[in-house]
């Protein structure tokens, strides 16, 4: 309608907010909404009170069930824990050379990376602000390194912009950021701001924007010497004779705006992704390997749960060895800690109320691949000077994520060459055979870094539908579903609690992992200790 106001979605503002003025105004901007906070967790768990040799069976060796099994452990509850997988850790996974699974479908894979290397097909990076996470790793000894969100030499590319030549970040952020500078410090120059701003703060408004924008004495953003130290320079500065630098061209206002390559801006922004950024040394999965230490012993591996059933005494679970399906087993316990990704537990036979049943049919899993490619040289390094960080395009393989490790190395190296998340393109690639997958990110790969042909080696797909212990990435609530549903899916029903990912308002980390654990198992305690 014509006359309809317009409206701004939260979301859109705060990326147009983080696209323009940085990160720390797009977090300042999420804490007047409501959305932002810092972590939770106040330091290790403190569960008081005898629990009397109770015990208690806990489903799942990912982060959610191991937290849970340390914690119970060390107050004196006696745990056992059932894991589908051969190994701890969950989506908490890491693969190398001699590496095999096989996904749905029976497509078998086995990775072929050379020593050394590896690619994270589930959680990659770990935000400084994931305490608890954080906590358990100096806790457990597991050594970190930072990740690298934003590298302003990598690339922004949008397939039918600049004849399809992928941009530097530096260029179109510098830019973009110069000329909104500029178009905003001539409406305030012109006095259009005297409602909103007064005479003394718009002086200081123009001074900020000259600096933040790289702006001349006449607050115009252009090729200058200026503005090459934020955007680079056409001749770097050197020395002896051809000591001088030369100042770059900027990229229009208006290309940028039409190339749609100013939405990826957010991504350094987000609160999520903002600087520091953490991952384990040598992998992901060190993580799981050090919680795996502390509670291995009371893991049973290759068991798939089949039914969960509760009376007023205990609770009786299902099980069969994946080695030996033949005769199913069972294991029971006072009390159950439950971590089943929602995506396999909807399938199972469990004699919850109502209300858990409803909330565990109610959340769908959202999709995703991730795909890793084997290189004979570091060639994004040493042609491209990338050292870590992520090139964002509009191709269906969304991101291409460089080694935030390894630099500067001598011999082969693996990128993240295609990160999909929910969306067409992952449902599409979910559908092809594995070798295809690598296959196609090659292709794509191709049109950003042209080395990829001639330096590939091998590669290996993981698409989360596909895998048989999740069956999905992570829960993917919508709002009406969390309003209806969400409390009834983490209170506890009868002498059963649920914990992991989908039980948290940090969908897809694992933080929100840890922290849905916590809660459950202090909830947990209470009930017992009042029994």
Request: hydrophobic letters at 40%.
């Amino acid at each position: 309608m014509p006359d309809e106001p317009l409206r701004v979605r939260r979301r859109d503002l705060l990326s147009l907010i983080g696209a323009m003025a940085g990160s720390a105004a797009m977090y300042h901007a999420m804490t007047a909404l409501g959305f932002a906070s810092e972590s939770r967790y106040q330091g290790p768990i403190r569960l008081q009170g005898d629990p009397k040799g109770a015990s208690v069976l806990i489903l799942g060796a990912g982060l959610a069930g191991m937290t849970a099994a340390f914690e119970l452990r060390k107050v004196g509850y006696k745990v056992q824990v059932l894991e589908f997988n051969d190994r701890a850790g969950g989506r908490n996974w890491s693969l190398r050379g001699g590496d095999s699974f096989v996904e749905l479908g029976g497509f078998k894979q086995t990775c072929k990376f050379d020593d050394g290397l590896y690619l994270n097909p589930g959680p990659w990076r770990i935000p400084y602000h994931h305490r608890a996470l954080l906590d358990y790793c100096k806790r457990f000894n597991v050594a970190l390194e930072p990740f690298i969100q934003l590298n302003h030499n990598a690339y922004l590319h949008a397939s039918r912009a600049f004849g399809g030549v992928p941009q530097r970040i530096r260029w179109v952020k510098a830019d973009f950021q110069g000329q909104v500078s500029e178009l905003l410090a001539k409406v305030t120059s012109q006095g259009k701001l005297d409602e909103v701003v007064s005479k003394q703060d718009q002086d200081i408004l123009l001074q900020a924007l000259r600096s933040w924008g790289a702006l001349d004495r006449d607050y115009r953003y252009r090729a200058s010497l200026v503005s090459s130290e934020y955007r680079g320079y056409a001749e770097a500065p050197g020395g002896g004779l051809t000591a001088m630098p030369l100042p770059s061209d900027p990229v229009g206002l208006s290309d940028i705006l039409k190339s749609q390559l100013w939405r990826y801006l957010h991504n350094f922004a987000n609160y999520n992704f903002q600087t520091t950024m953490f991952q384990p040394v040598g992998g992901m999965d060190m993580i799981g390997k050090a919680f795996a230490k502390q509670v291995g012993d009371l893991i049973r591996y290759n068991a798939r749960v089949t039914e969960i059933l509760q009376d007023d005494r205990g609770v009786t679970v299902t099980y069969v060895d994946t080695k030996n399906p033949k005769s199913p087993l069972q294991a029971r316990a006072d009390w159950c800690v439950c971590t089943i990704p929602l995506s396999i537990l909807s399938q199972l036979k469990v004699n919850a109320g109502a209300a858990m049943k409803a909330a565990i049919d109610a959340v769908p899993y959202a999709g995703s691949v991730k795909i890793g490619l084997q290189f004979r040289r570091r060639f994004w390094e040493e042609d491209d000077a990338i050292y870590g960080g992520i090139s964002y395009t509009d191709l269906p393989i969304r991101q291409i994520g460089y080694p935030n490790s390894g630099y500067n190395r001598i011999g082969p190296g693996v990128l993240l060459g295609a990160y999909l998340f929910d969306g067409a393109n992952t449902y599409e690639f979910t559908a092809m055979p594995p070798d295809e997958r690598v296959a196609r990110a090659v292709e794509f790969g191709t049109m950003i870094h042209p080395q990829y042909k001639s330096e590939f080696e091998n590669g290996i797909a993981v698409a989360w539908h596909r895998v048989p212990f999740t069956l999905g990435c992570s829960g993917d609530w919508s709002d009406d579903a969390r309003t209806q549903h969400y409390r009834n899916l983490c209170e506890m029903d009868g002498r059963i609690v649920l914990a992991g990912e989908h039980a948290s308002a940090l969908p897809a980390w694992q933080e929100g992992a840890i922290l849905s654990s916590l809660d459950a198992i202090t909830r947990l305690h209470e009930r017992v200790v009042k029994t």
